[in-house]
């Protein structure tokens, strides 16, 4: 392949756009980008700089402090990326339920997303990759060669996420993990800068009942499809 391909998958949280991403990403030897990770990296940032709280961003100092911090990816070999800020890798630590409880008032900041683009740009250029996200084929690549929508019920969502953070945070309930969950993705759906939807042009995929064999086969025969791949 000539030309490098990008393939967008948006949806709400826990729909299992990001198992998926890197399952489409392993089979195409494409590289995987999870856009969530920098959001996360930056609300990591605001917590240890203490100017975030449930009711407050501080998000000019912390822009200044970006400006002066270096967010990289490094590829692993299977062509998985792991995160790091000024050098040193975050990836377990973006993932705590307190992360997952800010992270939304992060990325509805306009002066955070274009920074955030900026970097998802640079990391995916001359590559062909796969990105999850919320504005991937809205906004990041709204040309890109093949746009899904991966989506799932509340319950579905919130069952799986509780069960992945379960093996850390014991004292979790599901309930507590529902209505992060709803609060999240009620915010991200619902806010002034790029929100959540539904990209012009995507194919929706619903995961409810479906493994996760039959949704990558599902996807496959659609990317295939699309890129003539016979
Ligand atoms: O995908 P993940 O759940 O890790 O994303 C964490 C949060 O980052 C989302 O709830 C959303 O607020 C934000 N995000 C975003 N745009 C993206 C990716 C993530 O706003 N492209």
């Known amino acids: 392949m000539n030309k490098t391909i990008k393939v967008a998958i948006d949806g709400p949280s ?5 198992t998926i991403a890197k399952l489409i990403a392993k089979h ?4 995987y980008i999870d856009s969530g990770s920098i ?3 930056i609300t990591y940032i605001a917590l240890e700089n203490k100017l975030i709280n449930k009711s407050f961003v501080n998000s000019s100092v912390l822009i200044e402090i970006l400006k002066k911090t270096s967010i990289d990816f490094s590829f692993n070999k299977k062509n998985q990326n792991t995160i790091s800020v000024d050098g040193t890798e975050l990836e377990n630590k973006i993932r705590t339920s307190e992360i997952s409880s800010l992270v939304s008032f992060i990325a509805e900041k306009n002066e955070i997303r274009e920074y955030v683009v900026k970097i ?3 990391i995916s250029k001359n590559k062909s990759v796969v990105m999850d996200g919320r504005d991937i084929g809205s906004v990041v690549f709204p040309n890109a060669d093949v746009k899904f929508y991966v989506d799932a019920s509340l319950l579905t969502r919130s069952k799986r996420r ?5 093996k850390t945070e014991q004292d979790l309930s599901l309930e507590v993990v529902k209505n992060d969950l709803l609060k999240r993705d009620t ?11 539904k990209p012009i042009n995507s194919i929706t995929i619903s995961t409810d009942n479906l493994s996760i064999g039959e949704v990558l086969d599902k996807m496959i025969k659609i990317i295939d499809q699309k890129l003539k791949i016979k």
Do not use: H
């Open 39 to 41: 959001y996360r990296a």
């Open 187 to 197: 915010n991200d759906t619902n806010r002034e800068f790029s929100p959540l939807v």
């Open 28 to 31: 195409y030897k494409f590289t």
């Open 162 to 166: 509780w069960i992945e953070l379960s």
């Open 14 to 18: 826990s729909s299992g756009k990001s």
């Open 120 to 122: 998802q740009k640079r």
